[in-house]
């Protein structure tokens, strides 16, 4: 019989396994506690729920807990963990296959930030971007998505996580949401939704939903301003165009706590122009949001450069002065594959064969 899994349950879940076992309500709230705040690796852990209880729950649950089965370590502090992940065929479908994901660590003075994938591969196939080259090969379940923050060694030092890794959020958003809500929940991992960002392409309806059901910071792939050429850097545009996009935006709040940010991977001789500077001007005029600059690291087969430091800098500078506020993103674990745009567990997926 397979068991289920108690990661990646929300509290009105843990009480009713609770209440179906024949045990009280309030059960579900010790569960909580020792999943979320103690992380126990299993069931008999949870030494204020009685031994016949554990049991019980035992027959029928798991934590669902795995360890990261390789670490790639880079010059600059950055980690690369491989976890084994068991994908789904869509949000409510059963378990299809376990197969890996890469999550990467990146530690920073006082900051250590977690970037997390949410797909085993990526169905959006942007120009630019290794996962897309793999394909789409399966959802992870919310206890799959969690399990990158609650298995890793460097768990109690993380400081944010940015839905960044393989895999479009939006595209499995009621996993994601689902995995937000538990981290940020007071049952839960208690953050705030600001140490917490989410990036997407844009897809219609299932942003509007995302921003309407989290707090959590958001992050557009931007790329260009232009609509054809977008279009060909990244196909999802043809389903929601970038206007479309910065249209919704206008209607939320980001004033505040909640920050809204738009990434763009400077491409020599491609987006870099003044045209295109003039263009993000127009296109983000108003929107309280940043931009954030970010080095090509090359990919096979792709005819796609980066830009020089000198073009980076002079394009940062005319945002900045025209009332964006510009950075130019540090780039992190190149050497080891982690760097923006380079994660894939395709080699991994040929080695299993």
């Not at 080259?133 to 399990?147: H, S, V």
């Not at 087969?301 to 980066?306: A, D, F, Q, T």
């Amino acid at each position: 019989m397979n068991k289920k899994n108690l990661l990646g349950m929300t509290l009105p879940e843990l009480k009713q396994v609770a209440v179906s076992l024949g045990m009280p309500s309030f059960a579900g709230g010790q569960m909580a506690k020792w999943i979320y705040t103690q992380h126990v690796s299993s069931i008999d852990e949870m030494t204020n729920i009685s031994k016949a209880n554990r049991e019980k729950l035992n027959e029928h649950y798991q934590i669902g807990c795995a360890k990261p089965i390789d670490a790639q370590h880079s010059k600059d502090g950055t980690i690369k963990y491989l976890f084994p992940v068991v994908t789904t065929a869509g949000a409510d479908s059963a378990p299809v296959a376990t197969k890996f994901v890469e999550t990467v660590y990146i530690p920073e003075d006082d900051r250590a930030t977690l970037c997390v994938s949410c797909e085993v591969g990526c169905k959006m196939n942007c120009l630019f971007c290794q996962t897309g080259k793999q394909g789409f090969e399966g959802y992870l379940t919310a206890t799959d998505i969690l399990n990158q923050i609650y298995s890793l060694p460097e768990r109690d030092k993380l400081t944010n996580i940015v839905f960044m890794g393989q895999g479009e959020p939006m595209d499995n958003l009621d996993n994601v949401l689902r995995a937000t809500e538990i981290l940020t929940a007071s049952y839960g991992y208690a953050w705030s939704p600001k140490r917490i960002t989410v990036s997407s392409v844009g897809l219609k309806d299932k942003l509007k939903r995302f921003l309407e059901e989290s707090q959590c910071h958001v992050a557009i792939s931007l790329h260009s301003p232009l609509h054809e050429q977008r279009q060909e850097l990244m196909p999802a545009e043809r389903g929601m165009a970038i206007e479309d996009i910065v249209e919704l935006l206008r209607n939320y709040d980001f004033s505040h706590q909640r920050r809204l940010s738009f990434e763009y991977i400077v491409f020599g001789g491609l987006n870099d122009s003044k045209a295109h500077a003039q263009a993000i001007v127009r296109l983000l005029h108003g929107l309280e949001c940043r931009v954030n600059l970010i080095r090509f690291h090359q990919i096979p087969h792709v005819p796609l450069h980066g830009a020089s430091e000198e073009k980076m800098e002079s394009f940062r500078d005319y945002l900045t002065q025209h009332g964006i506020y510009t950075t130019i993103r540090a780039s992190r674990g190149q050497d080891i594959f982690a760097a923006c745009g380079l994660l894939s567990t395709a080699k991994k997926k040929a080695e299993s064969k």
